[in-house]
Structure formats: C-alpha cells, structure tokens
C-alpha cells in the first residue's frame, strides 16, 4: 500500500470515528426517550381516566391527540437493532430531510455482526450521501430514497436505491461514469474494497432514472 493511499485511509478512518462519536450518543439519547415514555404510559392512563371520571370529552381528545404527536415523534426513529447502524441511519435520514429529500427505510439487523463498526459505518455512510448528492440534482417532488436492510440466511443484505436526473449511467469497469470533481468516487472505492476483503458480493445498476447497489456480505 502506498504512503498516499495510508493517508487516504488515516483521514477515512478519523471520519468515520468522529461520525461514530458524535452520532452514538444521540440514538442513546432517542432510546432514552422511547424508555421514558413506556415509564410514563400509567400516568398518561391514570390522567385520562381523570379526565373520563369528570365527562371531559374534550380533554380526551385533546390529551391523545399530543400523546400521539409524541408517539409519531419516537416513531420516526429508525430501529434496526443495531446501534451503530441506527447511529447512521439516523443522521443521515435527518441530513436527508433537512435537504427535502424523502427516505424510506425497512431495515433490520436481529443478530450480531462480525463485520466491523467502522466497515458497517463506511458502507452505509458513503451509499448514503451519494443517494443524497445524486437526489439534489432533481426537482424536489422526484426525490426519494429507499433503504433496506435485512439478514438473508448467514449473510447481511443491504440495498440502496435512489432517482437520478441521469435516465441510465454509463459504467467504466465496475464503476459508473460521474461528471462530480476529481475525488469523489472514492466513496465508492472505498466500499469495493471492503466488500472484496469481506468476501462479500456487490452489483450496481442503473435504469429509467433509478440508480440501485446491492451489497451480501457473509457473517459466519
């Protein structure tokens, strides 16, 4: 490996770190909130028979109406059962949104990995802001990004796709044709390169404005 590419993965690795840390903590955080709220699920019962006990319809009403609020509110957060997937997948559906970007997101993750955090976080990171980067170039009513994620038999399946102004991509090798600046593609080097050393499989394809990258990564 040349000095260059050391440094490279030096300055990838202390990203991904500095992600880790300042993300972890907030999905500790929203977890929190979702404990806190089944703790105060009898004071909301307790409050609403109050409420029934005095014929306070509207109160009712009004009571389930800001539970439910709240309720969406915790729900909105993606759960995997993995907290490092969360960690990511979170930050960047809220990166996602705040660029009026819509995201939808089936993923789940029932066992322990084998892979690394900082592969895991790699992976998801990088898929995840070039779904966003190619999303900014389209009216906002076009954009959309799906994720799914999920265990099929002993390996990891984990899927991106997103539209693209581009109706189909030209691919050189294993990549595909960007006009982006000098530098980025990395991204997607970088994942390549995790994939082949995990022994795991990738496919990117390009069809009718839709760009889709599966990725199988063995956990036995």
Same mark, same amino acid.
């Given at each position: 490996?040349?000095?260059?590419?050391?440094? !490279?993965?030096?300055?990838?690795?202390?990203?991904?770190?500095?992600?880790?840390?300042?993300?972890?903590?907030?999905? #500790?955080?929203?977890?929190?909130?979702?404990?806190?709220?089944?703790?105060?699920? +009898?004071?909301?019962?307790?409050?609403?028979?109050?409420?029934? %006990?005095?014929?306070?319809?509207?109160?009712?009403?009004?009571?389930?109406?800001?539970?439910?609020?709240?309720?969406?509110?915790?729900?909105?957060?993606?759960?995997?059962?993995?907290?490092? %997937? #969360? %960690?990511?997948?979170?930050?960047?559906? =809220?990166?996602?949104?705040?660029?009026? !970007?819509?995201?939808?997101?089936?993923?789940?993750?029932?066992? $322990?990995?084998?892979?690394?955090?900082?592969?895991?976080?790699?992976?998801?990171?990088?898929?995840?802001?070039?779904?966003?980067?190619? =999303?900014?170039?389209?009216?906002?009513?076009?954009?959309?990004?799906?994720?799914?994620?999920?265990?099929?038999?002993?390996?990891?399946?984990?899927?991106?796709?997103?539209?693209? %102004?581009?109706? $189909?991509?030209? $691919?050189?090798? $294993?990549?595909?044709?960007?006009?982006?600046?000098?530098?980025?593609?990395?991204?997607?080097?970088?994942?390549?390169?995790?994939?082949? +050393?995990?022994?795991?499989?990738?496919?990117?394809?390009?069809?009718?404005?839709?760009?889709?990258?599966?990725?199988?990564?063995?956990?036995?």
């Amino acid at each position: 490996m040349s000095l260059f590419s050391k440094q !490279i993965d030096k300055q990838i690795a202390a990203y991904q770190r500095e992600l880790i840390d300042t993300h972890y903590q907030e999905v #500790d955080n929203m977890y929190r909130q979702i404990r806190g709220w089944r703790h105060d699920y +009898r004071n909301h019962i307790q409050m609403m028979k109050v409420l029934a %006990a005095n014929g306070d319809m509207e109160g009712i009403k009004a009571y389930l109406d800001e539970l439910d609020t709240d309720l969406n509110t915790v729900d909105t957060i993606v759960k995997t059962g993995n907290s490092m %997937a #969360d %960690a990511i997948l979170n930050s960047k559906i =809220s990166l996602a949104k705040s660029k009026k !970007i819509p995201v939808q997101v089936d993923a789940h993750i029932p066992v $322990k990995l084998k892979m690394s955090e900082l592969d895991l976080c790699c992976i998801i990171g990088n898929l995840f802001d070039n779904a966003i980067e190619a =999303s900014l170039a389209l009216p906002e009513d076009q954009r959309l990004i799906r994720v799914y994620m999920d265990m099929k038999g002993t390996q990891l399946y984990i899927s991106f796709t997103n539209f693209t %102004a581009v109706k $189909k991509m030209v $691919k050189t090798g $294993k990549l595909f044709h960007t006009t982006k600046g000098e530098g980025h593609g990395f991204g997607l080097v970088r994942i390549d390169n995790i994939i082949d +050393r995990l022994d795991g499989y990738l496919s990117r394809n390009s069809e009718d404005g839709a760009f889709t990258t599966e990725i199988l990564i063995p956990q036995m």
